[in-house]
């Protein structure tokens, strides 16, 4: 949801530490909350910075910056970055599929210098939504360094505040 700025995340598989995180901005001390998984398993929350340095070590991104509007924000910021810099190569990877749905691809390769996240990003777009379904991103030595993709896409769900209560979501 957008106002206030609130994420919701189930891990379906693969979850590491927590397999379920709630966040919503100016609520629980501006923190987020995790249900851990293994041991800890029995807990049923615990509040969580955002920025925490052992939340930045299991993703590159925080809970406070995900969602489609802050992703493009933060890729606008860094494309002005380089441009400013003439540091910018665009290319176009033509035509694929996300989640069965027509995309275009494109590739954004940035230098070595620490004002910048990522040597190379490729990003597909979907073609009716014109939002990034799909964003990989790597190292300068060519390392995969995350992936994120959205699938199974919808709008406009008359989503409210109250499903984002720690309530409503076992928390």
């Known amino acids: 949801m ?42 049923k929350s615990i509040k969580k910075d955002p920025r925490d340095k052992d939340v930045k070590k299991a ?21 002005g970055t380089a441009q400013k810099n003439k540091d910018l190569r665009i290319a176009y990877l033509g035509n694929t599929k996300v989640d069965g749905r027509p995309c275009v691809a494109m590739e954004r390769i940035l230098p070595a210098k620490k004002q910048y996240p990522y040597a190379r990003l490729v990003m597909e777009f979907d073609v009716e939504y014109l939002l990034p379904t799909s964003i ?11 992936r994120y993709s959205y699938s199974k896409l919808k709008f406009n769900l008359n989503i409210s505040e109250r499903n984002f209560t720690p309530k409503a979501n076992g928390l």
């Not at 995900?66 to 933060?74: H, V």
């Not at 190292?139 to 360094?145: A, C, E, F």
């Open 136 to 146: 990989s991103c790597y190292d300068w030595k060519g390392r995969l360094l995350s």
């Open 2 to 43: 957008h106002k206030p700025f609130s994420l919701l995340m189930r891990w379906r598989k693969n979850a590491g530490a927590v397999d379920k995180l709630l966040y919503v901005e100016g609520k629980n001390d501006n923190k987020m909350l995790v249900h851990p998984t293994g041991f800890f398993a029995w807990i």
């Open 59 to 79: 993703s590159l991104r925080s809970c406070d910056q995900f969602g489609f509007y802050r992703t493009l924000n933060s890729l606008i910021e860094v494309y």
